[in-house]
């Protein structure tokens, strides 16, 4: 019994000591954490608990590797941090500071995408290819860009800085920068040349496609009341 204790005892001063070094090492991921998440009490819950932080410290690891093409030992960690969190990031893909993903389940980042400072990421999001093309295949996204949940961004394409994409939009063409992306395919919403608070609003998120269709039914319902 005193010997389980022991070792119990150690495993868990070892995990202190590893958590130490996670906050010493990416003490800047976890104050992205703790300030893009309103429900974050506490570091140490950020550190135990948070699977965004988690895969991003798997991939920065990662990268690192296949920067110095190591890149079956890159795979294979970035590959236990898929089966841990739910959250795939490729060793290759370029992923600027103040990144956070919320939640992220079901997160997929592709070889070539290129991501900015200040990115938001929600559960489900996708920055995907759309072939089997070499080179560059995947998303450019910009800094200052949230993704709301289940969202797709396809393509070697560019999503501007301080923009919007809504939840569950699929986002195949180029969006200029300060814009708010929704639908299927995406559409731009919103374009006045400010920068998009941090916070997404995944319900007032106006849909052009939706707005028009309503303004025609209010046509109609006019021109009926005239007859």
């Not at 296949?66 to 490729?90: C, N, P, V, W």
């Not at 939640?103 to 999001?125: P, S």
């Amino acid at each position: 019994m005193m010997l389980i204790v022991k070792i119990l005892l150690i495993l868990a001063t070892i995990g202190i000591i590893k958590m130490i070094l996670i906050l010493l090492l990416f003490k800047e991921e976890v104050k992205t954490a703790r300030s893009k998440d309103p429900a974050a009490r506490s570091v140490w819950e950020i550190l135990f608990l948070y699977q965004g932080l988690h895969a991003l410290i798997w991939y920065r690891i990662a990268h690192a590797l296949f920067a110095r093409k190591l890149f079956f030992a890159a795979r294979m960690i970035s590959q236990l941090a898929r089966f841990t969190t739910g959250i795939e990031i490729h060793p290759g893909a370029t992923i600027g500071r103040d990144f956070f993903i919320d939640h992220g389940m079901g997160v997929v980042i592709g070889e070539t995408a290129v991501i900015g400072d200040n990115v938001l990421l929600y559960q489900g999001v996708t920055l995907g290819g759309t072939g089997l093309e070499k080179g560059k295949r995947h998303p450019t996204v910009g800094s200052n860009v949230v993704i709301g949940a289940g969202a797709k961004v396809l393509g070697n394409i560019t999503v501007g800085d301080n923009s919007y994409i809504g939840a569950n939009a699929v986002v195949i063409k180029d969006e200029p920068p300060n814009s708010t992306i929704v639908g299927v395919p995406g559409r731009v919403t919103r374009q006045d040349g400010k920068k998009i608070d941090v916070s997404l609003d995944h319900i007032h998120v106006l849909d052009p496609l939706v707005q028009n269709i309503e303004e025609l039914q209010k046509r109609i319902e006019d021109l009926e009341k005239r007859k």
